[in-house]
């Protein structure tokens, strides 16, 4: 199984386990910036996309490059499908506009801005719990904590919900790691699972959740991001299965990826001690570092788009229906942008990553809170270690979609 391009296959998870091959995107990007790659049946091939110009230029005209036609990730979808699972990423302007709008308000940086004192008091009781222990998994007590802490706050509901919508976002989003989930995409057969986001059955009880939480708001109303749901839906722009690809988006979303920036972020800064240290001396480069910490962690690896006109990219020619794929993990690490690219530098300035997406409709609607936590949970926890080390293997997420660490087993020392 898998596709060939000079021994080079993106798709295949296994190749993403004990890291991200970087050797085959910079070789492509050299050489074949943009070049069809086959895929293992029933999928079709992909157009690849690894220059950072050549994914801008995607991300911008979606006009030719559509999200709503086909879907944005590599598995294909029919109708049917397509239909059902269908959440905010899987639409064109105009509707996609109203679909933003009804949320964007609340993710602006003056909308997550009021949470910041909120956000610094759980990233210190975070740190309080697990830092006295001295030895523990880093991802287990620190970087799985915080970020759905913070969403609950968001979506105003109990904390203690915490654990099982952690549990519920890593089954889902991990479909391919069998430590994470069951339903391993391309190891057993996922047929039952079809209709449901990442052919996952947990998705149902994502979508139980969703309503029991709008029930509740439509019982007492609330001043969070589900009240928004529930009132759109009250009006008919979201149907009932939008409301639930929509809840189930932004749980997912706003869970996985801040934690494994926060995850990469702190291995970069043990495998480079002078960096920690200068963060250490000059705390006031920390809101910069956090740039460079997520350019560094790229956790989404791509998203895909597909061709709605034959058309050129970088003198080759796409066909309308083509699926076309492009790598942030490729564009992030360019060395027409970014000098000396495989170097981890917090100093790095400018530092204009396409981590969130290189702008155009679609960008992370959560980028302003992603920062905002990363930046706070440094600010928190650097001026705190005296020491930190390894004390065993990093272990990696089975996936060609994240980029994720699951496990990071640390000896820590404090001030
Ligand atoms: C470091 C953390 C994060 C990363 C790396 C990340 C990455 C991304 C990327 C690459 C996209 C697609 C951009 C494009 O198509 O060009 C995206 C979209 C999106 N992200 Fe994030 N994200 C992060 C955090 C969050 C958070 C905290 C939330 C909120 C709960 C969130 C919600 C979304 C949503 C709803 C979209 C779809 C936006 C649309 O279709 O208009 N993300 N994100």
Redesign the pocket.
């Known amino acids: 199984m898998g596709a060939t391009l000079e021994g080079i296959d993106l798709v295949d998870p296994d190749n993403y386990v004990d890291r991200i091959p970087f050797e085959w995107f910079d070789h492509l990007r050299e050489e074949h910036p943009v070049v069809w790659h086959p895929e293992p049946s029933p999928n079709h091939g992909f157009w690849s996309v690894t220059r950072y110009d050549d994914l801008t230029q995607v991300?911008m005209d979606w006009e030719t490059y559509s999200?709503e036609v086909g879907a944005?990730a590599l598995e294909e979808l029919d109708e049917e499908q397509l239909a059902i699972r269908r959440?905010?990423?899987?639409?064109d302007p105009p509707r996609?506009t109203e679909?933003?709008k009804i949320?964007s308000r609340r993710?602006s940086a003056r909308g997550v801005g009021r949470y910041e004192d909120w956000i610094r008091d759980v990233a210190r009781a975070v740190l309080d719990t697990a830092l006295p222990e001295g030895e523990f998994d880093f991802v287990g007590a620190i970087s799985r904590e915080l970020?759905i802490r913070?969403?609950c706050s968001?979506f105003t509901v109990p904390q203690e919900d915490a654990p099982e919508l952690i549990t519920w976002g890593d089954q889902m989003i991990a479909n391919q790691d069998p430590d994470l989930s069951a339903a391993v995409v391309d190891k057993v057969d996922t047929e039952a699972y079809r209709n449901l986001p990442f052919r996952s059955p947990t998705a149902l009880k994502v979508f139980a959740y969703a309503d029991r939480q709008r029930d509740l708001r439509l019982e007492e109303p609330a001043d969070d991001?589900i009240q928004a749901l529930t009132v759109a839906q009250s009006e008919g722009i979201l149907s009932e299965q939008d409301f639930h690809n929509?809840f189930a988006?932004?749980?997912i979303?706003?869970?996985?990826?801040?934690r494994?920036?926060i995850s990469h972020g702190m291995l970069a800064l043990m495998d480079d001690p002078d960096q920690l240290e200068l963060l250490r001396d000059e705390p006031e480069r920390i809101p910069a570092a956090t740039e460079e910490i997520?350019r560094w962690?790229?956790?989404?690896l791509h998203?895909r788009r597909t061709a709605t006109r034959d058309t050129e990219l970088r003198g080759q020619q796409i066909r309308a229906g083509d699926k076309v794929v492009?790598w942030?993990v490729s564009a992030n690490f360019d060395p027409e942008v970014f000098p000396d690219p495989h170097r981890f530098d917090v100093t790095r300035t400018p530092n204009d990553h396409?981590?969130?997406?290189?702008?155009?409709?679609?960008?992370?609607?959560?980028?302003h809170?992603?920062?905002l936590?990363?930046k706070i949970l440094f600010q928190e926890l650097i001026p705190r270690l005296r020491s930190i080390e390894l004390t065993g293997p990093v272990e990696r997420i089975r996936s060609n979609f994240v980029n994720g660490i699951k496990r990071m087993p640390v000896r820590v020392t404090t001030t």
């Open positions: 991300h999200s944005v959440s905010m990423l899987e639409t996609h679909l933003r949320c993710f970020p913070f969403l968001i991001v929509y988006l932004l749980m979303a706003g869970n996985e990826t801040t494994h920036t997520l962690a790229t956790p989404v998203f492009t942030y396409v981590t969130f997406g290189p702008g155009g409709p679609h960008f992370c609607l959560g980028a809170l992603a920062r936590e990363t």
